[in-house]
């Protein structure tokens, strides 16, 4: 007897929780919550925090100008910005222009100025083919589209590079990147594609109904309120 009460206790609980995961799905569903991939967080820099491809074309020898999307939006025609990138995601540089071969090299690149507004003052190939990045042809876009520049920076890779133009009197086509450590993992992303939404409280539930160990939020063997709990409380305060 006491064994079919606790089973029918679980299972009236189990049904409660369903019933709270799936209003909360349908709300999620009408509203839904995204993780920014691009965040502007000053004039001229943005951090790209998931992998892009940067459409380059330019404004006559002074500036590139860098065109992306994601799930933030659509970013148009900026001007040599400042670029905030993470460590482990890919980044293609697609330099569209017609005769400005695009380079990223190392900080040994003689460059004064500040975000958005950075000139090379060195007009010595020499110098510049020892600032570009090793090896140099993975690390230069030629003009004309069909020869990208494609970078996962590793965390050994983490830290301040330059871009610019590699024709030597175009030095104010020139701009900085840093690479940034990953952010921690997002538990709350169950489908791990970067967003949270309807779909991740969906696998939540479906693994809360299996007794599936993603869904054992507390780490304690149980599932029960506290997992619901956890899962929620992870949800709503998002990814970083």
């Not at 965040?39 to 020898?61: H, I, R, W, Y």
């Not at 000139?119 to 069909?146: K, L, W, Y």
């Not at 965390?155 to 990147?177: K, Q, V, W």
Request: proline fraction near 5%; charged fraction near 15%.
């Amino acid at each position: 007897m006491f064994d079919t009460k606790l089973t029918n206790t679980h299972k009236r609980e189990k049904t409660h929780m369903n019933h709270i995961l799936k209003s909360i799905a349908l709300i999620t569903l009408a509203s839904g919550i995204a993780i920014a991939d691009t965040t502007q967080t000053g004039p001229s820099v943005f951090e790209v925090d998931a992998g892009v491809t940067f459409s380059l074309s330019n404004f006559a020898a002074s500036d590139y100008l860098f065109n992306w999307s994601d799930s933030s939006g659509s970013f148009a025609n900026v001007a040599d910005p400042t670029l905030i990138l993470t460590a482990g995601e890919t980044y293609t540089f697609l330099n569209q222009t017609s005769t400005h071969p695009f380079i990223i090299t190392d900080t040994t690149l003689p460059v004064v100025g500040t975000d958005g507004d950075y000139t090379r003052t060195t007009s010595d190939i020499t110098v510049m083919n020892a600032a570009t990045v090793d090896p140099i042809a993975d690390f230069t876009s030629d003009p004309g589209g069909s020869d990208p520049v494609v970078w996962t920076p590793s965390p050994e890779n983490i830290g301040d590079y330059f871009y610019t133009c590699r024709i030597t009197g175009h030095a104010s086509m020139t701009g900085r990147i840093q690479v940034v450590a990953g952010a921690a993992a997002c538990i709350a992303d169950l489908t791990d594609d970067g967003v949270l939404n309807f779909f991740d409280v969906s696998a939540f539930l479906n693994a809360f109904t299996s007794m599936d160990p993603i869904a054992d939020f507390t780490n304690d063997g149980n599932f029960n309120f506290f997992d619901v709990s956890a899962f929620l409380n992870a949800f709503t305060a998002g990814c970083p």
